[in-house]
C-alpha cells in the first residue's frame, strides 16, 4: 500500500467541491484523505500501456433516441420541491447573485 | 407461520388460492414492522394508507384477471427509490422533506406484478457507505446481533427482510451495497447486469455503476422480483433490450458439468469462520455435480483503488446538484447565492458523502484528472477482461462475499480506509458490470450469517440463479430465522 500523499491541498479541493471546512474538519478530513489518495495512488503502477482491451466504460445500450418532443413534469411538481419559489409565475428564488 | 408461508412465493399462493386476502397479508406486515423495527432501524416509514388502498384494490380484482407474480407481496423499498407522494431522503438530511414527484421504473413494476409497497428502508446516506452508520437517520442494526452493522448501503432493506418484516426488499448496489448487506443478514441479494433494471427514479450516486437489485429470503424470489423489474426502459438510456428470460424456468436444480471458478489467490487473510462457510458451499456444489477450478483475476487487488476512484468522481459530479436551489435543504441566513450554496451543502452533506465528494472532486481536478480518474479508466478495463478471461474456462465464479462476517457497530467508522477495503470481493463484479448475488452459505462459530457470491457473465443471471437455487435446496439456510423474528 502507499503512503500517505501530502499534494492533497484540502482547502482548493473543498473550495472546488462548495464546501466551507471547519479547521478542525479540514484537518481530519485532510488526514483520512491523504491516506486514501496514497492507496489509490497505487494505480500510478499498474501497466496499462497495452491499451484498453475492453469497453467498460461504454453505455450498455444506444443512449440515442428520436428527437421528440417528450411530456415533462408540470411546473407545480417541479416547484413542490423547491425551498423558496413563486407560483405565479412559477420560479425558484434565491438570493442575490451578484454581491462579490 | 414460518417456511415457505413467510417467502414471496408463499404469500402470493396463500392469496391465489383464497387463504388470505391482500388486505390481511398487508395488515400483517405493517403490524410485524410496527412489533420488530425499533431496535432495529431497519424501516424509516411506513406509508400504511397507500398500502392499504393497494391491498383494498388487489382484493376488489382477485378472480377477474389472473394474479402477477407478486400478486399480494408486501415489499420494502430502499429509501433512495422514489414513490410518488411519499418523501425519499436517500438517508439524507438535505432531502429529509424531498416528496417524490414520480414513481422509480422499478418500483412501478414490481407495483404492476402484484407487489404491495409498504414502506421504505433505512440506507446509508446517497448509498456511500458499508455499514448503514452513515445515515442521516441513525443507524441500522443487525437482527442476529443488534451490536453489529447489517452492512450497507441496503442495510435496512437487508435487516428488514432477515427479520421476516417483509419477504421481499429493493436495495440498490454501486459496489456491494445489495450483496454485502444480504450476505451479512442471511439474505439473498441479486445485483443485475448493468443496463437490465431501470434506474429511472434512483438517486444518482455513481452513475456507470449503479444497479437496482431484490434482497429476499430464497433465491426464487429474488428471481420472481427480477423477472418483474428487468427490461428496456425508454426514461433509462442505459437500459438493455436484451430479452428477460424465464428464470424461474432455468432453475432446474441441474448444475451436473456447470464449472465454478475460485480465485483462490484473494482468499489469503480472510475470517476462519468465512473460509470454512465457503468451503463447505463448494463442496455442496461439487457433490452435485459442478466443477470446481482455480481462476486468476490478475487486477483484482486494484479494484478497490479503481472503484473508489471513479465512483467518488462519478459522486462529485451527481451530488453537484444539492445545491439549496431546486429541491432539498437549504441554509439560512447567507447574503449571497455562492454562500447559500456552500453554507447548504456543508450543512447538508454528512461526514461519508462529504469525504467521497472531496475525492471525487480531487481526482477530477487539474493537474490530477491522468494520474487519477483517466489511469482508474484504463484499468477498469483490465478488471473487466480479466474477468472475460476466466469465463472462457468457467461459467460462474464463486467468492465469499465479504471477507468478514458483520463487524460491530463503530468498529470501522472512523476509519473509513479499511472500511473502502472491505468491499474487496464485491467491487469487481460491479466494475466489469456483471451480474452476481449472495446466497447464505451458513454461519460464523459466533453465528453469524456468511455469504456466498456468484458472479456470472454479463446477462447471464439464469445461471447463478440456477447454481445458487440448486444450493439452496441441500442448504436451506434462509429457513433459520434470527431470534425474534
Not at chain 1, 68 to 88: E, G, H, K, Q
Not at chain 2, 473 to 481: E, I, K
Given at each position: 500500500?502507499?503512503?500517505?500523499?501530502?499534494?492533497?491541498?484540502?482547502?482548493?479541493?473543498?473550495?472546488?467541491?462548495?464546501?466551507?471546512?471547519?479547521?478542525?474538519?479540514?484537518?481530519?478530513?485532510?488526514?483520512?484523505?491523504?491516506?486514501?489518495?496514497?492507496?489509490?495512488?497505487?494505480?500510478?503502477?499498474?501497466?496499462?500501456?497495452?491499451?484498453?482491451?475492453?469497453?467498460?466504460?461504454?453505455?450498455?445500450?444506444?443512449?440515442?433516441?428520436?428527437?421528440?418532443?417528450?411530456?415533462?413534469?408540470?411546473?407545480?411538481?417541479?416547484?413542490?420541491?423547491?425551498?423558496?419559489?413563486?407560483?405565479?409565475?412559477?420560479?425558484?428564488?434565491?438570493?442575490?447573485?451578484?454581491?462579490? | 407461520?414460518?417456511?415457505?408461508?413467510?417467502?414471496?412465493?408463499?404469500?402470493?399462493?396463500?392469496?391465489?388460492?383464497?387463504?388470505?386476502?391482500?388486505?390481511?397479508?398487508?395488515?400483517?406486515?405493517?403490524?410485524?414492522?410496527?412489533?420488530?423495527?425499533?431496535?432495529?432501524?431497519?424501516?424509516?416509514?411506513?406509508?400504511?394508507?397507500?398500502?392499504?388502498?393497494?391491498?383494498?384494490?388487489?382484493?376488489?380484482?382477485?378472480?377477474?384477471?389472473?394474479?402477477?407474480?407478486?400478486?399480494?407481496?408486501?415489499?420494502?423499498?430502499?429509501?433512495?427509490?422514489?414513490?410518488?407522494?411519499?418523501?425519499?431522503?436517500?438517508?439524507?438530511?438535505?432531502?429529509?422533506?424531498?416528496?417524490?414527484?414520480?414513481?422509480?421504473?422499478?418500483?412501478?413494476?414490481?407495483?404492476?406484478?402484484?407487489?404491495?409497497?409498504?414502506?421504505?428502508?433505512?440506507?446509508?446516506?446517497?448509498?456511500?457507505?458499508?455499514?448503514?452508520?452513515?445515515?442521516?437517520?441513525?443507524?441500522?442494526?443487525?437482527?442476529?446481533?443488534?451490536?453489529?452493522?447489517?452492512?450497507?448501503?441496503?442495510?435496512?432493506?437487508?435487516?428488514?427482510?432477515?427479520?421476516?418484516?417483509?419477504?421481499?426488499?429493493?436495495?440498490?448496489?454501486?459496489?456491494?451495497?445489495?450483496?454485502?448487506?444480504?450476505?451479512?443478514?442471511?439474505?439473498?441479494?441479486?445485483?443485475?447486469?448493468?443496463?437490465?433494471?431501470?434506474?429511472?427514479?434512483?438517486?444518482?450516486?455513481?452513475?456507470?455503476?449503479?444497479?437496482?437489485?431484490?434482497?429476499?429470503?430464497?433465491?426464487?424470489?429474488?428471481?420472481?422480483?427480477?423477472?418483474?423489474?428487468?427490461?428496456?426502459?425508454?426514461?433509462?438510456?442505459?437500459?438493455?433490450?436484451?430479452?428477460?428470460?424465464?428464470?424461474?424456468?432455468?432453475?432446474?436444480?441441474?448444475?451436473?458439468?456447470?464449472?465454478?471458478?475460485?480465485?483462490?489467490?484473494?482468499?489469503?487473510?480472510?475470517?476462519?469462520?468465512?473460509?470454512?462457510?465457503?468451503?463447505?458451499?463448494?463442496?455442496?456444489?461439487?457433490?452435485?455435480?459442478?466443477?470446481?477450478?482455480?481462476?486468476?483475476?490478475?487486477?483484482?487487488?486494484?479494484?478497490?483503488?479503481?472503484?473508489?476512484?471513479?465512483?467518488?468522481?462519478?459522486?462529485?459530479?451527481?451530488?453537484?446538484?444539492?445545491?439549496?436551489?431546486?429541491?432539498?435543504?437549504?441554509?439560512?441566513?447567507?447574503?449571497?447565492?455562492?454562500?447559500?450554496?456552500?453554507?447548504?451543502?456543508?450543512?447538508?452533506?454528512?461526514?461519508?458523502?462529504?469525504?467521497?465528494?472531496?475525492?471525487?472532486?480531487?481526482?477530477?481536478?487539474?493537474?490530477?484528472?491522468?494520474?487519477?480518474?483517466?489511469k482508474a479508466q484504463r484499468v477498469r478495463a483490465l478488471v473487466a477482461a480479466?474477468?472475460?478471461?476466466?469465463?472462457?474456462?468457467?461459467?460462474?465464479?464463486?467468492?465469499?462475499?465479504?471477507?468478514?462476517?458483520?463487524?460491530?457497530?463503530?468498529?470501522?467508522?472512523?476509519?473509513?480506509?479499511?472500511?473502502?477495503?472491505?468491499?474487496?470481493?464485491?467491487?469487481?463484479?460491479?466494475?466489469?458490470?456483471?451480474?452476481?448475488?449472495?446466497?447464505?452459505?451458513?454461519?460464523?462459530?459466533?453465528?453469524?450469517?456468511?455469504?456466498?457470491?456468484?458472479?456470472g457473465r454479463p446477462f447471464d443471471e439464469s445461471t447463478i440463479l440456477r447454481?445458487?437455487?440448486?444450493?439452496?435446496?441441500?442448504?436451506?439456510?434462509?429457513?433459520?430465522?434470527?431470534?425474534?423474528?
Open positions: 500500500m502507499a503512503g500517505a500523499r501530502d499534494d492533497f491541498d484540502i482547502a482548493r479541493v473543498a473550495a472546488l467541491a462548495g464546501l466551507e471546512l471547519a479547521p478542525a474538519d479540514a484537518a481530519r478530513l485532510h488526514a483520512q484523505l491523504a491516506s486514501i489518495v496514497g492507496y489509490v495512488g497505487q494505480l500510478q503502477d499498474a501497466d496499462t500501456s497495452g491499451g484498453a482491451p475492453g469497453q467498460a466504460d461504454q453505455p450498455a445500450a444506444d443512449a440515442l433516441r428520436p428527437d421528440d418532443v417528450l411530456a415533462s413534469l408540470p411546473a407545480d411538481a417541479v416547484l413542490m420541491n423547491a425551498p423558496d419559489a413563486t407560483a405565479d409565475p412559477p420560479l425558484v428564488r434565491v438570493p442575490r447573485v451578484m454581491l462579490r | 407461520m414460518s417456511g415457505e408461508a413467510l417467502t414471496a412465493a408463499g404469500i402470493r399462493a396463500a392469496f391465489v388460492n383464497g387463504e388470505a386476502t391482500a388486505s390481511a397479508i398487508c395488515r400483517a406486515a405493517l403490524d410485524c414492522i410496527a412489533e420488530r423495527n425499533g431496535p432495529l432501524g431497519a424501516v424509516l416509514r411506513v406509508d400504511e394508507a397507500r398500502a392499504m388502498a393497494r391491498a383494498a384494490a388487489l382484493d376488489r380484482a382477485a378472480g377477474t384477471s389472473g394474479a402477477g407474480p407478486l400478486a399480494a407481496v408486501p415489499v420494502l423499498v430502499k429509501d433512495n427509490i422514489c414513490v410518488e407522494g411519499g418523501v425519499t431522503t436517500a438517508g439524507s438530511r438535505l432531502l429529509e422533506r424531498f416528496v417524490a414527484p414520480y414513481t422509480a421504473t422499478a418500483v412501478e413494476r414490481l407495483e404492476r406484478s402484484g407487489a404491495i409497497v409498504v414502506g421504505k428502508t433505512n440506507c446509508d446516506e446517497f448509498a456511500m457507505g458499508s455499514s448503514n452508520e452513515h445515515s442521516a437517520f441513525g443507524p441500522a442494526r443487525n437482527p442476529w446481533d443488534l451490536s453489529r452493522t447489517p452492512g450497507g448501503s441496503s442495510g435496512g432493506s437487508a435487516a428488514a427482510v432477515a427479520a421476516r418484516m417483509a419477504p421481499l426488499a429493493l436495495g440498490s448496489d454501486t459496489g456491494g451495497s445489495v450483496r454485502q448487506p444480504a450476505g451479512f443478514c442471511g439474505c439473498v441479494g441479486l445485483r443485475p447486469t448493468y443496463g437490465r433494471v431501470s434506474r429511472y427514479g434512483l438517486v444518482a450516486f455513481s452513475s456507470s455503476l449503479d444497479q437496482i437489485g431484490p434482497i429476499a429470503l430464497t433465491v426464487r424470489d429474488a428471481a420472481a422480483a427480477l423477472g418483474a423489474m428487468a427490461g428496456l426502459d425508454p426514461r433509462d438510456a442505459t437500459t438493455s433490450d436484451a430479452p428477460v428470460p424465464d428464470w424461474a424456468g432455468a432453475m432446474t436444480g441441474d448444475v451436473r458439468g456447470c464449472r465454478l471458478g475460485v480465485p483462490a489467490r484473494l482468499l489469503d487473510g480472510i475470517d476462519d469462520g468465512v473460509r470454512a462457510a465457503f468451503g463447505a458451499a463448494l463442496e455442496v456444489l461439487h457433490s452435485r455435480g459442478a466443477l470446481i477450478r482455480d481462476v486468476s483475476l490478475e487486477h483484482a487487488s486494484l479494484a478497490i483503488a479503481v472503484y473508489y476512484v471513479l465512483a467518488t468522481a462519478e459522486a462529485s459530479s451527481n451530488l453537484a446538484r444539492y445545491d439549496g436551489v431546486r429541491y432539498g435543504y437549504r441554509a439560512a441566513g447567507a447574503a449571497d447565492l455562492r454562500g447559500m450554496i456552500e453554507r447548504t451543502r456543508t450543512e447538508g452533506f454528512g461526514p461519508e458523502a462529504t469525504r467521497r465528494i472531496l475525492l471525487g472532486t480531487f481526482v477530477l481536478s487539474a493537474g490530477h484528472y491522468d494520474a487519477y480518474y483517466a480479466d474477468f472475460a478471461d476466466a469465463f472462457r474456462d468457467v461459467d460462474v465464479i464463486a467468492l465469499p462475499t465479504s471477507p468478514t462476517p458483520a463487524f460491530r457497530l463503530g468498529e470501522l467508522v472512523d476509519d473509513p480506509l479499511s472500511m473502502y477495503l472491505a468491499d474487496v470481493f464485491t467491487v469487481g463484479a460491479s466494475l466489469a458490470r456483471l451480474p452476481a448475488l449472495s446466497v447464505p452459505c451458513g454461519f460464523t462459530p459466533a453465528g453469524l450469517p456468511v455469504g456466498l457470491q456468484l458472479a447454481v445458487a437455487e440448486a444450493y439452496e435446496r441441500d442448504t436451506a439456510f434462509w429457513r433459520v430465522a434470527p431470534s425474534g423474528a
